[in-house]
């Protein structure tokens, strides 16, 4: 029987660890070592360590930022980085017959992917740019915070702990917030370059915000569509909005070029979600 390959592409903060948390209780086998929880990620990255660890360290290998937050292009593998990762494809083919994986960073080596893997099937995840980046932003703020409590003591504590919290947030966006835009815009062009290459039948792009009420669908699309064997879980038994990071106004510290792009892009990402899913995205009775 052929390995069945599912490739998750998405964005950094786009909820592709919840997708995967979800196709792992459905019994995709998303990694034999996975890693663990983590700020921002209360439940888990659920991102097998043998692409993390690889993507890591390609992109150090690169001398660029291991997070793979960056808005560029990342150069070809060298030769040898070719070879450790055909060889990690190889070993999971060789262990399992139905396997994925989740790491954003998949994202900026998803040329690679496509030669090294021409028959697997993709599931493209992406948020709305303004959520995405109000995420980042929370992120940013609780690495960078992490150990600082705001007010300890005193009159008008409530008061001054706002205030202290708006002005660091207010900092952040002034360093941050175009940056981020970019990351989203370059990520999902990248996904989109990428996909226009392949198959239409052999990917599948969804809009996380939908999922709550369309798991069904998407789950026959796996299992129908691309026959996988998979075991149904309701997402919304996974979903806490509780964690969800609250959307921050940012947009005064973003120049219009950057907003209209990232708009136009997410359009394009709506209307292919819409032609591509052949299954209706509607709430399952």
Known sequence: MQNKTLIIAGMHRSGT????????????????????????????????????????QALINMQLPDSGIIDHPVGALSASDREKLREIIVRKNNTVGEWGWKDPRTCLFLKEYRELIPEAYYLV?????????SSLISRTYKVDYKDHEIVKKGLFKELRKKR?????????????????VKVW???????????????EENYTIINFGRLLKSDKALFSKLNDGWQFALDYFAFRDIYKPGLLSKQIDFSRFIDKKLID???RLERILEQKADANFRYQLTEQV
């Open 17 to 56: 660890s919840l997708i995967t948390q979800w196709l792992y209780r459905c019994g995709l086998h998303v990694g034999g070592n996975l890693l663990g929880s983590g700020i921002g990620n209360e439940d888990g990255h659920y991102e097998d360590l043998e692409f993390y660890n690889f993507q890591v």
């Open 125 to 133: 995840v992406f948020r709305d740019w303004k959520t995405t980046v």
């Open 164 to 180: 202290t919290y708006n002005k660091r947030i207010k900092q952040i966006c002034t360093d941050h917030a175009s940056h981020f």
């Open 185 to 199: 815009t370059f990520y999902n062009q990248e996904i989109l370059n990428c996909i226009s290459g392949i198959n």
């Open 261 to 263: 792009e990232a708009n």
